[in-house]
């Protein structure tokens, strides 16, 4: 492993707006039946919709004694919502929303079950026209992205076309970019601005809000430039996984994704697919927000049940608790993205304030103002 020099944090996972629907966990009742089981209602990001939706999970919470029934929301709006009466949980995908949520609404316990670092699914051709130029590189199993290298290259203007090797590759005159969802929405979009600013503020967290502004503009051309954007992480990778490099080259995603897919053994990732770590990289720490006693039952639950975060790790996520870290992750890495046990190239989000900052300037620059 290269040595880095950049120190573990927990991470941010921001702003994921998807609409909200609502979804019904039913479990598998005993000879007791539903009236014994206690309804618990949890408004949650929507990246955690195949984990709480498995029957594995429902029947699980149902020998405990619970009934789950969710409501789907981008991390954004919950954490933004002045009323979540009705919830007993909230279950936003990052750390600094989840401490907003507690100082408005007055509440202090919280839950860490698990985290997700992101990555860039791309496929092997890619990959290998990238470490020509000088932007990925290889250690063992594992490639590493160097975002760093990434924005020298889209500050060039630098066009597919134009990289070593690209006739053979991937001759198309597109321009060079991170495929990404809308950072006006999304959780996954708005870590990617995290990590962006944090390369480009001379590798330092931002923290002032006129380096926000400045950042902000430096970053908007990176999702201007793309076009239409899809408003959650699914939609991207749903595209990478059908339609292929012809679509999506470089799509950021959550590491969860793609491993919860590998570890599906459905066939949907082939042996050309693999993933790209970022250098730096950033944590999407989901973070259960209790609101009463028995949303707090479920969050201990999620957090120390050995069945539930074994289901955790089989849809991709990494256990908070050290112990179970390790679980089920015993994979090739070079055709299946299991990734490396262990990143140490981690960098601390910004504040949620500095991050709505620079998210509302990059919306200005959406409706035609200067930023």
């Known amino acids: 492993m290269v040595r880095l020099t950049r120190v573990l944090g927990p991470a941010l996972a921001l702003l994921l707006v998807a609409g909200v629907a609502a979804l019904a966990v039913v479990p598998r009742l005993g000879a007791g039946g539903d009236d014994e089981l206690v309804t618990v209602r949890a408004l949650v990001g929507s990246e955690k919709r195949s984990f709480l939706t498995d029957p594995d999970v429902t029947r699980a919470l149902a020998d405990a004694g619970y009934r789950l029934t969710v409501d789907i929301a981008g991390s954004r709006d919950i954490a933004t919502r002045p009323d979540l009466s009705g919830y007993d949980l909230v279950f936003p995908a990052n750390t600094p929303q989840a401490d907003r949520i507690r100082r408005d609404h007055n509440l202090t316990r919280s839950h860490l079950p698990f985290y997700s670092p992101m990555a860039i699914a791309t496929f092997g051709p890619i990959a290998e026209l990238l470490t020509r130029a000088g932007v990925v590189r290889a250690e063992g199993d594992v490639r590493f992205f160097d975002m760093r290298a990434y924005l020298d290259l889209v500050a060039e203007g630098r066009r597919w076309s134009q990289l070593p090797g690209a006739d053979t590759a991937y001759a198309t005159d597109r321009s060079v970019l991170i495929g990404s969802t809308d950072v006006r929405t ?161 960098v601390e989000p910004p504040s949620q304030e500095i991050s709505e900052r620079m998210i509302g300037r990059i919306e200005e620059r959406y409706r035609g103002g200067t930023g």
């Open 186 to 346: 999304s959780n996954s979009a708005a870590l990617y601005l995290a990590l962006v600013s944090y390369v480009a503020n001379d590798d330092q967290v931002v923290t002032d809000p006129a380096k926000a502004d400045e950042m902000a503009a430096l970053a908007a051309d990176l999702f201007l430039r793309q076009g239409y954007l899809n408003s959650t992480t699914a939609e991207p990778f749903d595209e990478y996984l059908s339609i292929g490099m012809s679509k999506a080259p470089l799509v950021m995603i959550y590491e969860a994704q793609f491993l919860e897919r590998v570890r599906a053994n459905d066939g949907s990732i082939t042996n050309e697919m693999l993933l790209l770590y970022p250098t730096p990289t950033i944590y999407a720490r989901h973070t259960v927000v209790p609101l009463t006693d028995a949303g707090d039952a479920i969050g201990q639950l999620l957090t120390t049940d050995p069945g539930l975060v074994r289901l955790a790790v089989r849809h991709g996520f990494r256990p908070s608790d050290p112990a179970a870290a390790g679980q089920e992750r015993g994979q090739s890495a070079a055709n299946t993205g299991s990734g490396p046990p262990e990143l140490i190239d981690v």
